[in-house]
């Protein structure tokens, strides 16, 4: 059958490992531990054998937590599983999650060499200040490192994440990342806000810095395309891109949430429910959701700036009405978007519907 026939999936895995905890990471994570990764990988491959089935995956995702300290036998074990157990599109996008002071030119040719096409460097600033702030073990040089080998092995496709709105943050750092962001030729930023209730920040401070990066971006020819995610024409990230478009994706792993069947999954949290579910030939689903498909489409595809088709708003006349009287939204023939200028309170618009 051809590629454009079948029904296709991406598939999202969780590696639940840190060497050090990030005080204000709230990720589900735990101390890194080799004979626990080595068990973990077993039953990752567990699960995904009870979640096979007869589709095309055309994304893998493998985020954390941090997949790059991984040994690297068993990231090919899963991957070789992966690959021989389920049908992958011939365009497969394959991103893995890196944090710069895991990279190696050795680690780079490793990813590249198992089919991974996609790396998204947790740079977080190119501004040594702000790294310390947020007591990383990396700093400015190795975030240069890193996209150096990245680049000299070919990767073209990487995406950057940073953090923005530390308090102390200037516009001089996200200048920075803009030039370093120039230099390296990136194709995709991730740009989040940083959440960490025990600090106070401004709201004014939060909304300067965010529309501040949003401009510089856009004036070096980025697309804002999601909320907190920027990309050159074409390089936007098909994996994501599935949560907010209302497609398919698989969810493995401890925490890893998917979407399949109509159903929203979230997978046990800690490795005890995680391991005795699938001892017992069950999958590790903590809690189930089953949205109607407009509410689903409407919270999920108002992240994206293209909007989304006014069909979905059938059942929310109303308050979609308000909300364009407001001006929170936009109608623009048979799309409603939200309005740029609201996008930091989208999630209390969203709690309209
Ligand atoms: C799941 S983390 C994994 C990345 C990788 N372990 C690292 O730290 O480089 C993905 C991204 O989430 C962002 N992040 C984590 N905690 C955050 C927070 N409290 N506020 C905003 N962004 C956060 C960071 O930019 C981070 O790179
Ligand atoms: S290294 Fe990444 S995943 Fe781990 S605690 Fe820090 S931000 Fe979170």
Redesign the pocket.
Known sequence: MEEGKVKTKGLYIHFPF?????F????T?FKHDDFLEDKYINYLIKELNLRKGDYLIDTIYFG???PSIINKNLIEKLVNFIFKNFKISKGLEFTI?V?PEDSSSNLFEFYKNIGINRVSL?T?SFDDSDLKFLR?THNLNDNIKALEMLKSIGFSNINIDLIIALPFQDFKSIDNSIKYIKDFDINHVSSYILEEINLDIDEKFIEDIYFYTRKRLIDIGFNHYEVSNFSKKGYESKHNLKYWTGKEYIGAGVSSSGYENGVDYKNHVDFDNYFKSLDSNNLPVLEKNEYSNDYRRIITGLRLFNGIDKRYFNNYEDILQKMIDNGFLLRENDLIRINPDYILILNEILSNF
């Open positions: 840190c060497k050090r905890f990030c204000y990471c709230h990720f994570k954390g937590g941090s999650e944090n947790g977080q990383r």
